[in-house]
Each structure stands twice: as structure tokens, then as C-alpha cells.
């Protein structure tokens, strides 16, 4: 059976303008497809990244330059052939898109933020 469930990455930017946040380690990790990311920015501009440890490999869904308009994202990735060449195209000039597979801990990266202001992410999985 499918479900979509959500995952929240809350935290609050250190003096130096970093942040580092994971869904927990007792929260059972994500597996599926990423449907959507919901971004809550603070007022000050931030840069963020949204990782996915997936067993051995850690793979990056989103990676925003300076923002601060909150914002729904809908991340994909260019299907490929078993070669891992991005070379399947619905038509001669236009790529296969698919949700990025999880299957492991999501984790949100803040860089270049104002300090002690509150940034999070809702990131939207279709389980099965």
C-alpha cells in the first residue's frame, strides 16, 4: 500500500552561519520517492542542501543558492541507461525525469546563514 508521509528538518543557524540537521536516528529512515520538498526560509538569506544517505552512497536532491522566499519544490533526476548515461529522451531533445529514490536518512545543510534564525524543510515521500 502507498502513503505519503512527510519528514521535518527544523534547526537554527550557529554563529557561523551553519546548520546541520538529519531526521533522527530512532525515526525510521525514509524509503521511496521524493514527491516534495517545502521550504520555510528564515527572513535573512540562506543557502541550503538536502542530502539522503542511501546505504553506501550519500546522493544530493537539492542543492538552493541564496534564498529567502518560502517555496514547494519538486526535485527530480534525469533517468539513464544501465551505462549511467543520461541519454533516455521522451523526445530527441528532451530527458526522461523521475522523484529521487531514498532509502536512508535525509539530512538538511545551511551555509552562509544569518545566525540564530530558524530554517526547516518538509520533505514529502511516497512510501510503500
Do not use: W
Not at 32 to 52: C, K, M, Q, W
Not at 53 to 74: E, F, G, H, P, R
Not at 78 to 107: D, Q, R
Amino acid at each position: 500500500m502507498r502513503r505519503i508521509n512527510s519528514y521535518r528538518l527544523t534547526g537554527v543557524i550557529d554563529a557561523a552561519g551553519a546548520l546541520v540537521v538529519s531526521t533522527s536516528a530512532d525515526q525510521s529512515a525514509p524509503r521511496g520517492r521524493v514527491i516534495a520538498v517545502e521550504v520555510d526560509y528564515p527572513a535573512g538569506t540562506v543557502a541550503l542542501t538536502l542530502t539522503s544517505k542511501n546505504l553506501a552512497v550519500t546522493q544530493t536532491i537539492m542543492n538552493l543558492s541564496a534564498a529567502n522566499t518560502d517555496a514547494i519544490y519538486y526535485p527530480r533526476v534525469p533517468v539513464c541507461l544501465n551505462t549511467g548515461a543520461e541519454t533516455i529522451y521522451y523526445s530527441t531533445t528532451a530527458k526522461v525525469y523521475e522523484p529521487y529514490m531514498v532509502f536512508g536518512h535525509l539530512t538538511m545543510t545551511a551555509a552562509s546563514g544569518t545566525a540564530a534564525q530558524v530554517v526547516s524543510m518538509i520533505v514529502y515521500v511516497e512510501e510503500y
